[in-house]
């Protein structure tokens, strides 16, 4: 819900949500861990997700209204 959350603010409008019940394959919780990654390569994630669903926001508008 906060990725939700932030792209309505990126867009500037409120997303229409049809929220069901859990289907049958759904994952209840996930986690997203990059320890191993960085302890492997020392990537350390920097990007707030308001930042990187920002960048990704305006570009995706861009790209879909030069190719309209």
Known sequence: MRYIEVLEQC?????KLDLLPMQPGDVPA???D???LQK?????PQTPIEVGVGRFAEWYQ???RKSA
Do not use: I, N, P, Q
């Not at 867009?11 to 997303?15: E, N, T």
């Not at 492997?40 to 350390?44: P, T």
């Open 34 to 36: 990059v320890g191993e």
């Open 30 to 32: 996930t986690f997203a």
């Open 62 to 64: 861009d790209f879909y």
């Open 40 to 44: 492997s390569v020392g990537y350390k």
């Open 11 to 15: 867009l500037g409008r409120k997303a």
